[in-house]
């Protein structure tokens, strides 16, 4: 048990997961850091009084209950919840084959279900607190070559602020996290899988935009540490956001996606404002 605030945090073996629990137990929580090799996560952190890990695959939901359970066993309340697990399957829809279309969706947007599903009960009964799920600019705006991972992306945006109605009334909140590009792991072998080219219409602009990315990876221009920063602090500021953009290339997406919008509400405006009933 412990009166100081527990963050619980999924995917914190590698990337942005570890700057995250980090930076979390520099500012004064206790940390549940959690993923698929415990003893991964805890050498990427560091031995901490403060830190506990435990096993959670977000795609399990055996484990995810046996690990928020753990935790509540352990510092007896779970403050905040930090949807952070995830992966990247890449490649023209007509390539995705279903099966990995259909995984990436269970990875990044039914693990996070999963693991809030696990963990609300917990916050309800103490009538308090922060569910965290980190999305990406791809939550907000569809891009070519991302198709499976902005579907996964904007179901999770559109789940989370649904949410945010459902738990208010309980003293919990929701933020939605939305990076641009960051120098984390997303875009290595080991985050990112790319479909196998099978169209010849596609081949082309697979290979340049494959090459593309390759050649990003390590040299995006978003530090994670300073990501991990800013997000701690607003995790315990009084009114964390209900939405996040991260990085100045997502604010620029954010509002350039904002004004299509409002072009596209105003685009046939009489038209669709003409369609009720006469005697409406």
Known sequence: MTDKKVLLITGAGRGMGVDIAKEALAGGYAVVATGRDPGRVEKAIGAADDLFTVRLDVTDPVSVEA??????????????????????????????????????????????????????????????????SISSVAGFLGMEFTSAYAAAKFGLEGWMESLAAEVEPFG?????????????????????????????????????????????????????????????????????PARWAAGADAVGALQQKAKVLLDQADAHRELSSSLAHDDA
């Open 67 to 132: 690990a928020v359970q753990a935790a509540a066993d352990r510092f007896g309340r779970i403050d905040v919840l930090v949807n952070n697990a995830g992966n990247f399957i890449a490649g023209f829809f007509e390539e995705i084959s279903a099966e990995n279309f259909r995984a990436q969706v269970e990875t990044n947007l039914f693990g996070p279900l999963n693991v809030t599903r696990a963990v609300l009960p917990v916050m309800r009964a103490r009538r308090s607190g922060l569910v965290v």
């Open 172 to 240: 919990i909140r929701t933020m939605i996290v939305e990076p641009g590009f960051f120098r984390t792991e997303l875009l290595t072998p080991e985050s990112t899988s790319y479909a196998e080219p099978s169209i010849d219409d596609y081949a082309e602009r697979t290979g340049q935009t494959v090459e593309a990315w390759s050649g990003m990876n390590g040299l995006q221009g978003g530090d994670p540490a300073k990501l991990a920063a800013a997000l701690i602090k607003l995790v315990g500021s009084g009114e964390p």
